[in-house]
């Protein structure tokens, strides 16, 4: 609390105007006057600095005036009377004799507050709150207190400083615990034990799946002194009724979950999290909901469509792969094969249902003569169940979908900053080392790692092959499962491919198998996996037609950001509220494409930051001379609902183009 600055005396300059207030401090019966010349007058101006009149040995006092004030009695720190203050403001016109002050003798309250081992008070101060006007004054370092000059009534005592509580519940008058003060007496023996406020952090809503138990994760927050809080976390039901219970300990940091020991019928529910305290750290709740709804399911890739057929060609893709009621999207791997000239491919769903729908502007794969291109593409199926591909171009090119997962409504799912689980390359990362056999299956563990965790059921992982200098593919599926004929990543010579993929975790592990005619020694492939996602429950993910919200190409530029991106160049671009994306939106799926490129290099895509600089070392986009190079990109939203993109390409540059083609946000 800031000092007010004292000047003692009539302090004010006189001047011809000025006109005097007068009155006397007239004691209650009983009280010795040889306090009066102890007792001060404070003066308050009007946008000036307050200062003090002493009071005669009578009582009287006056006080010059040259505008508007309010006045005040100070008492001495060892009186019992209780400081006055004169109604209203009293003003030139208003000024005159006959303001006397009538102070009421008041009682005293003392007493010690302990604090936990290490903790101090600092500036701390109590606060008095209870009948009369509130008090603050100070505490001593050692906790004692005393103040004297208090009204007659009941109080409680707050201490307002860092985080601190003392005499918990002293907020709410009705359940705090009081004491009384009577005129002329000392309350004394007042003791009480110091506690650290304690909250929960707030998060949003959680999502949970359909027939698995939920898990409600928290925080419990400790912020003043940076003390971790210790001690049982009880999750209650809307009736009260404890459903889960958790014990913290100090290794944990006040991070916990709790899962319950049953699933939570489908719908919307309300828990509560309880924190009891002890001595040292305070009761403290938090109310959550928690959504139970549909679940995400990754799925072994089951090829639905491969045909050479020019124009448009749609499948029923749940009756292609056998999907179970109620789907209303997939993920599936789209690959443009063989293609004889320069075009483009788009899948979609088929919501006319009889292959009449026109395609939506965008692209799902951009391809060229002499190589085969893939990427992730997350589809709505409409209720006709069908799904087209459609090419433009006018170049012949064999046409693939295969289906690695589908959505039963909503899922969860969280997006995270590139990490990587595996580099084969020497003095890389993960538990394969060199390069990669042909026609084998590897199997790594994920789950534990790059922040996926251990009860995670799939992961979505952005897969590169580098280094090959011979034609195939790469595919990862669930682990030890048996190998399927889809491919994730087709690789050629020359060029590092990279495509993303969501895939099913069995025993936390994915398995991968390189397809390739040449022998390791010809063809030393590199494998290299970053996670950006896994299925958690946490956000809803919807997928919606190819929308493009980025073209930086002068003659066809759509969004913000226009020109090529330079090497090291940084852009920022905003994708919550844009086109499809609600503004709650806390993750985007997008399919970025380098256009027109000149050099090679890499585009990385992530979260805008506003408090780190740092670039994330996973490429997002790897790019060749003379191709246009398309990938799928999970990415987390960051602040101010923006991603960014940084082109490291100090040989070259492209244009770039951006198409949402789904998104995550929370209920």
């Known amino acids: 609390m800031a000092a007010l600055a004292l000047v003692v005396g009539a302090a004010t300059p006189a001047a011809a105007e000025t006109v005097q207030v007068s009155g006397r401090v007239i004691l209650p019966d009983g009280v010795d006057p040889a306090v009066l010349p102890e007792i001060v007058v404070r003066v308050s101006p009007d946008g000036g600095l307050s200062y003090d009149v002493t009071v005669g040995s009578d009582g009287s006092f006056t006080v010059p005036l040259t505008g508007p004030v309010s006045l005040r009695t100070v008492m001495p720190a060892t009186s019992m009377l209780v400081p006055e203050v004169m109604p209203g403001r009293i003003t030139p016109e208003t000024a005159g004799p006959g303001f006397d002050f009538h102070p009421r003798l008041g009682g005293g309250v003392a007493g010690q507050v302990s604090a936990p081992p290490g903790v101090t008070f600092g500036d701390s101060v109590l606060w008095l709150r209870g009948d009369a006007r509130d008090r603050m004054f100070r505490i001593a370092p050692d906790?004692?207190?005393?103040l004297r000059g208090v009204a007659a009534g009941r109080y409680s005592l707050?201490?307002?400083?860092?985080?601190?509580?003392?005499?918990?519940?002293?907020?709410?008058?009705?359940?705090?615990?009081?004491?009384?003060?009577?005129?002329?007496?000392?309350?004394?023996?007042?003791?009480?034990q110091l506690t650290l406020l304690t909250q929960f952090e707030e998060t949003g809503p959680i999502t949970a799946f359909r027939g698995v138990p939920p898990t409600v994760p928290f925080t419990l927050l400790e912020e003043s002194t940076g003390s971790t809080p210790t001690g049982d976390v009880v999750l209650r039901d809307a009736d009260g009724t404890e459903i889960g219970r958790t014990t913290l300990g100090p290794q944990d940091g006040g991070r916990g979950r709790i899962t319950l020991a049953t699933p939570l019928p489908m719908g919307e529910h309300h828990v509560t999290l309880h924190f009891a305290g002890d001595a040292v750290f305070d009761e403290t709740r938090r109310h959550r909901s928690v959504h139970v709804g549909p679940e995400i399911v990754g799925s072994a890739p089951v090829r639905v469509l491969d045909s050479s057929a020019r124009g448009t060609v749609c499948v029923d893709v749940r009756s292609a792969a056998d999907l179970p009621e109620g789907v209303t999207s997939v993920l599936t791997n789209v690959t443009a094969a063989r293609p004889t000239g320069v075009g483009y491919g788009v899948v979609y769903g088929d919501t006319a249902?009889?292959?009449?729908?026109?395609?939506?502007?965008?692209?799902?794969?951009?391809?060229?003569?002499?190589?085969?291109?893939?990427?992730?593409?997350?589809?709505?199926?409409?209720?006709?169940?069908?799904?087209?591909?459609?090419?433009?171009?006018?170049?012949?090119?064999?046409?693939?979908?295969?289906?690695?997962g589908f959505v039963l409504g909503d899922?969860?799912?969280?997006?995270?900053?590139?990490?990587?689980?595996?580099?084969?390359?020497?003095?890389?990362?993960?538990?394969?080392?060199?390069?990669?056999?042909?026609?084998?299956?590897?199997?790594?563990?994920?789950?534990?790692?790059?922040?996926?965790?251990?009860?995670?059921?799939?992961?979505?992982?952005?897969?590169?092959?580098?280094?090959?200098?011979?034609?195939?593919?790469?595919?990862?599926?669930?682990?030890?499962?048996?190998?399927?004929?889809?491919?994730?990543?087709?690789?050629?010579?020359?060029?590092?491919?990279?495509?993303?993929?969501?895939?099913e975790l069995v025993d936390g592990k994915v398995s991968f198998y390189s397809d390739t005619g040449a022998p390791v020694t010809r063809n030393p492939v590199q494998v290299v996996l970053d996670v950006v996602g896994f299925s958690t429950g946490t956000s809803t993910l919807t997928s919606v037609a190819p929308t493009r919200i980025l073209d930086s190409r002068p003659g066809s530029q759509v969004g913000p950001l226009t020109g090529r991106f330079y090497g090291w160049g940084r852009a920022k671009l905003p994708v919550a509220g844009v086109g499809p994306v609600p503004s709650n939106a806390t993750l985007a799926v997008l399919n970025v494409t380098a256009v027109d490129v000149r050099g090679t290099g890499n585009l990385r895509v992530f979260p805008v930051d506003r408090t780190?600089?740092?670039?994330?070392?996973?490429?997002?986009?790897?790019?060749?001379?003379?191709?246009?190079?398309?990938?799928?990109?999970?990415?987390?939203?960051?602040?101010?609902?923006?991603?960014?993109?940084?082109?490291?390409?100090?040989?070259?540059?492209?244009?770039?183009?951006?198409?949402?083609?789904?998104?995550?946000?929370p209920r």
Request: net charge negative; charged share 15%.
């Open 143 to 146: 906790g004692t207190f005393e």
């Open 612 to 665: 780190s600089t740092e670039i994330p070392t996973t490429s997002s986009l790897n790019f060749v001379p003379g191709r246009d190079v398309p990938n799928l990109v999970v990415v987390g939203i960051g602040d101010g609902g923006a991603v960014s993109f940084y082109a490291d390409s100090p040989q070259g540059d492209a244009y770039v183009a951006v198409d949402v083609v789904g998104y995550a946000a």
């Open 158 to 192: 707050l201490l307002v400083g860092a985080g601190f509580r003392y005499l918990g519940g002293g907020y709410d008058l009705e359940t705090a615990t009081m004491f009384t003060v009577e005129p002329g007496i000392m309350t004394t023996g007042i003791t009480g």
């Open 411 to 503: 899922h969860g799912t969280t997006p995270v900053a590139p990490s990587r689980v595996l580099d084969t390359r020497p003095g890389g990362v993960g538990e394969l080392d060199g390069a990669v056999t042909p026609r084998t299956v590897h199997t790594v563990q994920v789950a534990g790692l790059g922040g996926v965790p251990a009860d995670a059921t799939s992961v979505l992982l952005n897969a590169t092959v580098v280094g090959a200098k011979a034609p195939g593919n790469l595919r990862v599926f669930p682990g030890g499962a048996a190998v399927p004929n889809a491919s994730v990543v087709n690789y050629a010579p020359g060029q590092d491919k990279a495509n993303t993929t969501l895939v």
């Open 353 to 404: 249902g009889d292959g009449t729908t026109p395609a939506p502007a965008g692209s799902t794969v951009n391809f060229e003569p002499g190589a085969d291109v893939a990427n992730f593409a997350l589809v709505a199926v409409p209720p006709s169940g069908r799904i087209c591909y459609a090419t433009g171009g006018g170049a012949q090119v064999r046409k693939i979908i295969d289906v690695t």
